[in-house]
T-cell receptor, first 114, second 114 residues
Framework: AQSVTQLGSHVSVSEGALVLLRCNYSSSVPPYLFWYVQYPNQGLQLLLK??????LVKGINGFEAEFKKSETSFHLTKPSAHMSDAAEYFC????????????FGSGTQLTVLP | GAGVSQSPSNKVTEKGKDVELRCDPISGHTALYWYRQSLGQGLEFLIYFQGNSAPDKSGLPSDRFSAERTGGSVSTLTIQRTQQEDSAVYLC????????????FGSGTRLTVV
């Protein structure tokens, strides 16, 4: 079964600094992969999704994710953090064939310091 | 509606009581999902509905949990004889098909069993 691992339950960056949130997956084939963001007391909002064959995926709010098959990684980045980026971020994946049952990582809480 | 609507937003119930949680998906979305978010377990898949097909109930934690979807639209998640470990945020999501392009989540129902 697919597993998703997020390294670092808490990440702090200064406003304007690079954001890097790490995600590794276990599937041996290109899976369905997503990044979601959750603001306090809200549901999850889709940031971006992996597209088969892509290495760099662009999402909303200036976020990108790089797919590296050799490292089974799908790390999320943003060149310059904004205060409004403070939230919890979840990587999620599913085995190839269906995205009907996602496995979520444990989440990374991003704090942006002024 | 424009988004996925869940009600109630908060529910406090006594141990042993039954509760019903409601989800109103985005109009036209054929797939509907229930996930549970708790401090100890993170985000867990519960159940998936797709059109008129039999639901995938493989994530339901016990036979106290059940869900139905009427008319391919509104869904109700029922928990019978609630236990304290059922305390969590229950998230509903919907998607146009099998979720390959990601889900739209509701804001969730926070269930507290006292």
């Amino acid at each position: 079964a697919q597993s998703v691992t997020q390294l670092g339950s808490h990440v702090s960056v200064s406003e304007g600094a690079l954001v890097l949130l790490r995600c590794n997956y276990s599937s041996s084939v290109p899976p369905y992969l997503f990044w979601y963001v959750q603001y306090p007391n809200q549901g999850l909002q889709l940031l971006l999704k992996y597209t088969t064959g892509a290495t760099l995926v662009k999402g909303i709010n200036g976020f990108e994710a790089e797919f590296k098959k050799s490292e089974t990684s799908f790390h999320l980045t943003k060149p310059s953090a904004h205060m409004s980026d403070a939230a919890e971020y979840f990587c999620a994946g599913s085995e190839s064939g269906s995205a009907r049952q996602l496995t979520f990582g444990s989440g990374t809480q991003l704090t942006v310091l002024p | 509606g424009a988004g996925v609507s869940q009600s109630p937003s908060n529910k406090v119930t006594e141990k042993g009581k039954d509760v019903e949680l409601r989800c109103d998906p985005i109009s036209g979305h054929t797939a509907l999902y229930w996930y549970r978010q708790s401090l100890g377990q993170g985000l867990e898949f519960l159940i998936y509905f797709q059109g008129n097909s039999a639901p995938d109930k493989s994530g339901l934690p016990s036979d106290r949990f059940s869900a139905e979807r009427t008319g391919g639209s509104v869904s109700t998640l029922t928990i019978q004889r609630t236990q304290q470990e059922d305390s969590a945020v229950y998230l509903c999501a919907s998607s146009p098909s099998q979720g390959g392009n990601g889900y739209t989540f509701g804001s969730g129902t926070r269930l507290t069993v006292v």
